[in-house]
């Protein structure tokens, strides 16, 4: 919940800082105090400035998740086990026999 007011709120500023930017750099056009260039240059600046501070968002939230999930991870390490440790009594004897490996292309056995 927080995350999402974090970045909602970063994006409603970025735009609202977009739209007085161009207000005022209209206003200040219109008055002849600034160039049209050079108004449409600063708002290409800012918002690629905006773009950055959007990523950095991201970035939050990308680290906030990463923070939740080995947290979990380090709960499921430190847990002990409730099943009584058995030992070894599984024995197991295993026999591969007759195993022919070949390039699927050629035919060409690998090994002899």
Same mark, same amino acid.
């Given at each position: 919940?927080?995350?999402?007011? &974090? ?15 161009? $207000? ?5 056009? $219109? ?10 240059? &600063?708002?290409? /600046? ?5 773009? &950055? ?6 970035? /939050? ?9 080995? %947290? %979990?991870? &380090?709960?499921?390490?430190? %847990? ?10 599984? %024995?197991?004897?295993?026999? $591969? ?12 056995? $690998?090994?002899?």
């Amino acid at each position: 919940k927080v995350v999402g007011l &974090f970045v909602g709120g970063l994006n409603a500023a970025s735009t609202l800082s977009v739209i007085i930017v161009v $207000i005022y750099g209209a206003n200040l056009t $219109i008055n002849g105090s600034m160039s049209p260039g050079d108004l449409t240059s &600063f708002i290409l /600046y800012s918002l690629t400035v905006g773009s &950055f501070v959007s990523g950095l968002s991201g970035l /939050y939230t990308t680290v906030m998740k990463a923070a939740g999930a080995s %947290r %979990r991870v &380090f709960q499921l390490l430190d %847990r002990s086990s409730s099943m009584p440790k058995s030992g070894n009594k599984c %024995r197991a004897h295993w026999v $591969i026999k007759m195993v022919k490996w070949s390039w699927m292309t050629s035919g060409l056995p $690998i090994t002899s």
